[in-house]
């Protein structure tokens, strides 16, 4: 595979590392370790490329997004199989839920962010300042950063990067080390789309470097005016403090413990199908997977032996391969924690109906689907991510315990219930989450206009849709005096003015007679002149 060696800089990387198929153990590339002088050449690079990026007409800036999506969409096949190499899931996967996500986002950026930088007019109540006209206008921040992790390694960078490029930002993406191929990919469509739109001559405002952890520090220390992290809670938690110490903004995207909770009335041919897909697909290591399915007891035994039915007959191998429902793990680092949260559950009581293995004899990163059940909150896979192709089901008595039990979580991405949509609409409006999806799940992330993010541990801000882009515009407030010859009545000298001004504030509350009274024991303000 061509690594592509993107890193155009006067100071040296400091060592390169290697990737391999999670799936094949076959090794993919090299790629630089960007040192931090490179990073801070990069978003130097980057400060430079806004400020004509940001003055090109929007118009010109959308119609570089829509090539990206154009290109994408041609590109789609072989960007598929770059991602699944590098990533492991199946290809169908990295064809919907990366390229097509990422065209999606790029054409939803490109059509609405004239919306989002769209001026407005602010209208003063207060008589004493009718003078005025107010305008609320919206700038990009500058250089934005992205930290992104391995798991969706185009859709997530490529979905943040339009939003901060549409609203006349420049990106610095640090992707995983996992993945970095995928963002080089990004990197050269951007560069072709830029080229092809009539900006070959112009400084790139999208700039990538590639990199172990300390690249990703040294770009929250960087110049950056403000971050989109995603990753996992520990990471975040040491990206906010870092970014704290210096004020940098920060929107973080952490993990998820998604609830499903399948009501009395819900169709169970169906929730079993999306109770399985929403646990597997991706191995499981999807942040708004589901994590814990809570089942009516009236339904739980023979959703049991559906979804048992369901996994048995799923595909495990390499995700390049037609049949492959369900690929590797990204590590061995993943798979032990998973096999840590399964074994600790067995150990404490809990059932595992199916899988609850490594398959080592696919090789040394893959794990059984596996269907578990008699899980407690005391358990860790029932507390902590999991991440892996694992499905917990327990039962609830009534709808009111499946609400507490999908809230009593520290996580709160995202959600799913499952019932007539009355009933089942009804229930999710009380579920704490970012989103909370009716008889369907995951494909939240999926709708560009759509916002993503979570609360409690699962982070703190919005990508996607409008929300995802007015996070990265800072607003200015405009304000003109249309009587710039007029002194203020509030101005020097306050000799003799409190009363009178006591009697200009009565008039903007008062009503009938005592306004009237009080406009005229304001006179005394237009006899003192203003120094
Ligand atoms: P990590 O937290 O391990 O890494 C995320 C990114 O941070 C990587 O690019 C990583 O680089 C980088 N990084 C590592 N250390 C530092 C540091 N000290 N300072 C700055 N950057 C650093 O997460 P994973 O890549 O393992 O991704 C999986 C996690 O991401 C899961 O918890 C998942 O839930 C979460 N996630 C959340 C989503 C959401 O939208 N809420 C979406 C998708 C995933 P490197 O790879 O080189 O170590």
């Known amino acids: 595979m061509d690594t592509g060696i993107h890193l155009v800089s006067s100071a040296a990387p400091s060592g390169r590392f290697a990737t391999s198929n999670p799936a094949t153990g076959q090794p993919l590339g090299e790629f630089p370790i960007a040192s931090a002088e490179q990073v801070a050449e990069a978003v130097a690079r980057a400060r430079q490329a806004q400020l004509w990026w940001s003055q090109t007409p929007l118009v010109r800036r959308s119609a570089v997004l829509r090539r990206v999506a154009k290109l994408l969409s041609e590109e789609r096949e072989a960007l598929a199989r770059v991602i699944t190499a590098e990533s492991g899931k199946p290809l169908q996967e990295a064809l ?11 054409v939803f950026c490109a059509e609405n962010a004239a919306a989002v930088l769209r001026a407005q007019s602010v209208p003063h109540a207060n008589p004493a300042l009718r003078f005025k006209r107010g305008e609320l206008s919206f700038a990009p921040l500058g250089v934005i950063g992205i930290i992104a992790p391995w798991n969706y390694p185009l859709s997530i960078p490529a979905a943040d990067a339009f939003a901060a490029l549409a609203t006349g930002n420049a990106v610095v993406l640090k992707p995983s080390e996992l993945t970095p191929q995928t963002a080089l990919e990004l990197d050269r469509i951007l560069a072709a ?68 909770i399948v009501l009395d009335d819900a169709a169970l041919d169906t929730a079993t199908s999306a109770a399985v897909w929403g646990s597997m697909m991706n191995a499981g290591q999807t942040c708004i997977s589901v994590e814990r399915c809570y089942v009516h007891h009236t339904l739980f ?25 369900v690929g590797p793990l990204i590590s061995q680092a993943q798979l032990q924690i998973v096999d840590r949260q399964v074994e600790e559950a067995r150990s404490m009581g809990a059932g595992v109906l199916t ?36 499905l917990p089901i327990l039962p609830f008595q009534t709808d009111e315990e499946a609400i507490q039990f999908a809230n009593a979580s520290d996580f709160g991405l995202s959600a799913s219930v499952w019932g007539k949509t009355a009933h089942a609409t009804a229930l ?13 799940l995951l494909s939240g992330f999926a709708v560009s206009a759509a916002p993503h993010g979570g609360l409690k541990q699962s982070g703190i801000g919005r990508t ?68």
Request: contains cysteine; positive net charge.
């Open 96 to 106: 919907l839920s990366d390229v097509m996500v990422a065209a999606d986002a790029a």
């Open 193 to 260: 789309a830029l080229d092809a739109e009539g900006f070959a001559n112009q400084p790139r405002p999208f700039q990538v470097v590639t990199g172990l952890g300390p690249t990703g520090q040294a770009l929250v220390a960087s110049d950056i005016d403000k971050l989109i992290f995603t990753g996992s809670v520990a990471t975040g938690r040491r990206v906010a403090t870092a970014a704290a110490a210096r004020l940098l903004p920060v929107i973080l995207e952490l993990g998820g413990k998604d609830a499903m």
């Open 301 to 325: 035994p023979r959703f049991l032996d559906l979804c048992h039915d369901k996994i048995s007959q799923l595909k495990v191998g390499d995700g390049s391969l037609p049949d492959t429902d």
């Open 355 to 390: 899988g609850g293995q490594p398959l080592s004899g696919l090789g040394p990163n893959f794990y059984a689907p596996t269907l578990i059940t008699g899980v407690t909150t005391a358990m860790s896979l029932m507390r902590e991510e999991t991440f892996g192709p694992v």
């Open 428 to 440: 999710a409006r009380r579920i704490r989450a970012g989103s909370v999806l009716v008889n369907d």
């Open 464 to 531: 996607h849709g409008i929300l995802g882009m007015q996070e990265l515009v800072r607003p200015v407030y405009l304000d003109v005096d249309l009587t710039p010859r007029m002194k203020k009545l509030w101005w020097y000298p306050y000799a003799g003015n409190f009363a009178p001004m006591s009697a200009f504030a009565e008039i903007v509350h008062a009503s009938g007679l005592r306004r009237l009274a009080a406009v005229l024991r304001t006179l005394p303000l237009l006899r003192n002149p203003r120094r």
